[in-house]
């Protein structure tokens, strides 16, 4: 997926999201362990390119929202490869 066409990311279904999310934490709450659970189902295929970079750097940056990030990273280097 090319990280300059923001049409061809995935969208999260949102029942998927409001069943996570309780009404007393925010639907972000388990972000990270939902995307583990997708790459440990789909092997990487399912998932955005910023997703993939979110997994490497959720290690590196444990407390922060690497979202950003790896978005900024795509749009300056293009594509995982040149990350």
Do not use: C, N, W
């Not at 279904?13 to 388990?30: C, L, M, N, Y």
């Not at 997994?55 to 990273?73: E, G, Q, W, Y």
């Amino acid at each position: 997926m090319s990280a300059s066409d923001p049409q061809s990311e995935p969208r999260p279904d949102p029942r998927s999201v409001a069943e996570s999310a309780s009404p007393t934490q925010p639907h972000f709450h388990g972000h990270r362990d939902r995307l583990r659970a997708r790459f440990a189902e789909t092997g990487g295929e399912g998932l955005a390119d910023y997703e993939l970079l979110e997994l490497a750097l959720f290690r590196s940056i444990p407390r922060r929202d690497v979202k950003p990030l790896a978005k900024a990273l795509l749009a300056r280097f293009g594509d995982t490869a040149r990350v």
